[in-house]
């Protein structure tokens, strides 16, 4: 956000030197202050390019390391239910009891469009 803030004071430093009357009698002076100001204007450019850039790398490894996140630690909605009653079926099978009857329910999770979560009670 302060970059932006940063750009635009520093472009209309710039924008001031280069509406400042020149005086009429100094040309060489007149053409290095705009020759100044706009080094400057391009300097001050070039700065807020290369961190808005690097925002940009940040925001996609952000994005990628989430994606990751997600597929590894969440079930697809479409699998998720036969998924875990198979995972529960195969447990109870070790442990020499017999599944019975089971209920599930699914609720949203707060702050997230996306994603639900889903509470399982199986009887043994």
Not at 14 to 23: D, F, I, M
Not at 58 to 65: A, L, M
């Amino acid at each position: 956000m302060w970059c932006s803030a940063g750009c635009l004071a520093a472009n209309l430093i710039a924008v001031g030197l280069l509406l400042v009357p020149h005086r009429a009698g100094h040309p060489k002076n007149s053409k290095r202050q705009y020759g100044a100001s706009l080094r400057s204007q391009l300097h001050t450019q070039q700065r807020c390019l290369s961190e808005r850039a690097s925002t940009s790398a940040q925001f996609e490894t952000g994005r990628g390391e989430g994606d990751q996140f997600l597929s590894e630690y969440f079930l697809p909605d479409r699998s998720a239910f036969q998924a875990l009653l198979t995972e529960l079926d195969s447990a109870a099978s070790k442990n020499e009891n017999r599944p019975r009857e089971h209920a599930y329910s699914t609720e949203p999770v707060e702050g997230s469009d996306s994603l639900n979560m889903m509470t399982i009670t199986a009887a043994l």
